[in-house]
């Protein structure tokens, strides 16, 4: 293993990292060559990732302010739930439900229903299935909800 900077306890971590890979692991922080160049572009594309990260958090942020501002709200808006429905040629009518919090997308928490029963190409009498089946379960289940001020 590579680092960028010497650890204290290289040894121990090596002992450690060898017991959990099932072989010999070995910890170098002053390397030359091409290995060094391998350390530093580690270390590039971590900061590069970072900043990224952090750019899509604080822009994600940004836009629950601008809604909050745009509604008038008194509160920032702490869930979104998004409907869309799409089908093939008014056949196989699906509706889904995407989630974003503050910090960006809540994936365990998005939603597909299959719409059944309702005429074919209807995308209102789809959403109407798709929200009073999503909110009818919420209610029963008491679980989060889109919050209003």
């Not at 990732?49 to 899509?56: G, N, Q, V």
């Not at 008014?90 to 029963?117: H, M, Q």
Request: aromatic content about 8%; proline content about 2%.
């Amino acid at each position: 293993m590579l680092c960028n900077v010497e650890i204290a306890d290289a040894d121990l971590l090596a002992a450690a990292l060898s017991t959990a890979a099932g072989r010999q692991v070995d910890v170098a922080s002053a390397v030359r060559g091409q290995r060094a160049r391998w350390v530093e572009l580690a270390d590039e594309n971590a900061r590069h990732a970072l900043d990224a990260y952090l750019a899509d958090k604080q822009n994600m942020f940004a836009r629950f302010v601008d809604l909050q501002d745009v509604l008038g709200f008194d509160d920032m808006p702490e869930r979104l739930e998004c409907f869309d429905i799409s089908h093939s040629s008014g056949e196989s009518t699906v509706a889904s439900c995407v989630v974003f919090g503050v910090d960006g997308p809540l994936k365990s928490d998005y939603r597909r229903f299959n719409i059944e029963g309702v005429a074919a190409g209807d995308d209102y009498g789809a959403m109407r299935e798709a929200l009073g089946r999503r909110y009818a379960r919420l209610k029963a289940a008491r679980a989060d909800s889109p919050t209003c001020s």
